[in-house]
C-alpha cells in the first residue's frame, strides 16, 4: 500500500520544482544579458536596465511568482542595482492615471467575481433582448457601460461578454458549424467588432489607453484626462 502522506507531499514536491525551474529562468535571462558584451556607447547603468528588464519580462511569461511581485522585484533592482535612481524607478507610481487604471482593475475584478457585469447584461436582455439585433445592442449596451470602469478587454469581453453571447447562441441551437449562421455567427463578431469600438470611448477601455495620453502628456502637453476623453470619442464611438 502507499503512504497516504507521500502521495500529499508529492505535489508540493512537484510544485516547488516548478518554481525553482521558473526562477532559474529569470536569473539566466537577466546574467544572460548582464555577462554579454556591451555594445559600444551604451552606459553600463543602461546595460544594466536591460538585464532586469529583460529577466523582467522572462518572469511575466514564467511566473514563477505573481505578476505584481515581479514587476516589484524589477523596480527594485533597478533602484538597487544603480540602473535607475530610486526617484526614477518609482516616478511612474506618482503619476494620477497609473492609479485611476489601478483602482479600475480593482473594480474590473469585483465586478466580475461578484457577477453584476453579468447580472447587468441579462438586464437588458431582458429589456431588449426579443429578437436577434435587440440580443445584440443589449450586449453592446452592457460592454459600453463596462467600458466606463473595466480597463482590460479580456476581463470585459472574454470574462463577461462573450460567454452570456455563446449561452444565447446555444439556446437557440447555434453552434460552430452547420447552425452558426442560425444566432452565433452574427452574435459574436458583433458583440466581438462593438468591443474594439468601446476599447476607443474610454480613457479605461483598454490598458494601453493611458499609455497614449502619457505619450500626449510629453510630446503636446495637451492633458487627456478621463473626461477629456470621453468628451471626445463618446459620439463618434456611439455612432460607429
Known amino acids: 500500500m502507499s503512504d497516504p502522506n507521500l502521495e500529499t507531499a508529492r505535489p508540493a514536491k512537484a510544485t516547488n520544482a516548478s518554481v525553482a525551474i521558473r526562477t532559474a529562468l529569470v536569473s539566466i535571462a537577466g546574467l544572460a544579458v548582464l555577462l554579454a558584451p556591451r555594445p559600444v556607447g551604451v552606459t553600463p547603468e543602461a546595460w544594466r536596465l536591460l538585464a532586469i528588464f529583460t529577466a523582467t519580462v522572462v518572469g511575466l511569461i514564467a511566473k514563477p511568482a505573481p505578476v505584481g511581485a515581479m514587476v516589484l522585484c524589477g523596480v527594485t533592482a533597478a533602484a538597487v542595482t544603480g540602473a535607475l535612481t530610486p526617484a526614477q524607478?518609482?516616478?511612474?507610481?506618482?503619476?494620477?492615471?497609473?492609479?485611476?487604471?489601478?483602482?479600475?482593475?480593482?473594480?474590473?475584478?469585483?465586478?466580475?467575481?461578484?457577477?453584476?457585469?453579468?447580472?447587468?447584461?441579462?438586464?437588458?436582455?431582458?429589456?431588449?433582448?426579443?429578437?436577434?439585433?435587440?440580443?445584440?445592442?443589449?450586449?453592446?449596451?452592457?460592454?459600453?457601460?463596462?467600458?466606463?470602469?473595466?480597463?482590460?478587454?479580456?476581463?470585459?469581453?472574454?470574462?463577461?461578454?462573450?460567454?452570456?453571447?455563446?449561452?444565447?447562441?446555444?439556446?437557440?441551437?447555434?453552434?460552430?458549424?452547420?447552425?452558426?449562421?442560425?444566432?452565433?455567427?452574427?452574435?459574436?463578431?458583433?458583440?466581438?467588432?462593438?468591443?474594439?469600438?468601446?476599447?476607443?470611448?474610454?480613457?479605461?477601455?483598454?490598458?494601453?489607453?493611458?499609455?497614449?495620453?502619457?505619450?500626449?502628456?510629453?510630446?503636446?502637453?495637451?492633458?487627456?484626462?478621463?473626461?477629456?476623453?470621453?468628451?471626445a470619442a463618446v459620439v463618434p464611438g456611439l455612432v460607429a
Open 89 to 231: 524607478a518609482l516616478a511612474g507610481y506618482a503619476d494620477p492615471t497609473v492609479w485611476m487604471v489601478f483602482c479600475a482593475f480593482q473594480i474590473a475584478g469585483g465586478m466580475v467575481k461578484t457577477g453584476l457585469g453579468r447580472r447587468l447584461a441579462l438586464i437588458f436582455i431582458r429589456a431588449i433582448g426579443r429578437t436577434s439585433l435587440g440580443l445584440a445592442y443589449s450586449l453592446v449596451v452592457t460592454d459600453v457601460l463596462l467600458g466606463t470602469v473595466i480597463p482590460s478587454v479580456s476581463a470585459r469581453g472574454g470574462g463577461i461578454l462573450f460567454p452570456i453571447a455563446k449561452s444565447l447562441a446555444e439556446t437557440f441551437g447555434s453552434t460552430p458549424g452547420p447552425t452558426a449562421r442560425r444566432l452565433g455567427a452574427f452574435l459574436l463578431p458583433t458583440v466581438y467588432h462593438c468591443d474594439v469600438i468601446v476599447c476607443a470611448m474610454f480613457l479605461t477601455g483598454q490598458a494601453s489607453n493611458p499609455s497614449i495620453a502619457s505619450f500626449a502628456r510629453d510630446a503636446t502637453g495637451i492633458d487627456l484626462t478621463y473626461a477629456t476623453w470621453a468628451t
